[in-house]
């Protein structure tokens, strides 16, 4: 259920970005989602999910186009250079944020990117190495984090 508010919303912000005149026709052709992770992690596997349902809501097609590398800038450069009418769309993490301090970042993620819709959200986790750490079992680690929040806020 989720998943297919999360769709509708998607669907609802592009057709809310597009100006009258072209949202009768759009989309009319391909729509390219540009995934700069390697096909497989966990971020192309969400896009994929999404294309699934996207596609056929559109009535065109939505293929992935894979662009890993340069700390997601390679495929952030090229969805920035992309003509912008909708047909190319980014499919990126809070990878973006960071981007500008990538060697090699020529473009500005706040003023050549335009938010479409939150697809999922996600939590850090931290794993600790069984027997070779001081902090062996979680409930240790978390009562560490809490007695010294300078090392972690557990909250």
Known sequence: MAARNILFAFIAALALGVTPAIAQSYPSRVIKL???FTAGSPNDVM???LTQ???PRLGQPVVIDNKPG??????SKMAAAAEPDGYTLLFISSAIVTDPAMKGATYD???DFAPVATVNTTAWLIAIPPLR???QRGH????KADS??????SR
């Open 109 to 111: 993620p706040l003023t």
């Open 34 to 36: 540009v995934v700069p």
């Open 53 to 55: 349902h996207l596609g």
């Open 70 to 75: 340069g700390g997601t800038t390679i495929g």
């Open 148 to 153: 010294n929040p300078v090392i972690a806020d």
């Open 133 to 135: 750490n001081p902090v």
């Open 47 to 49: 896009a994929r999910l």
């Open 140 to 143: 240790r680690f978390q009562r």
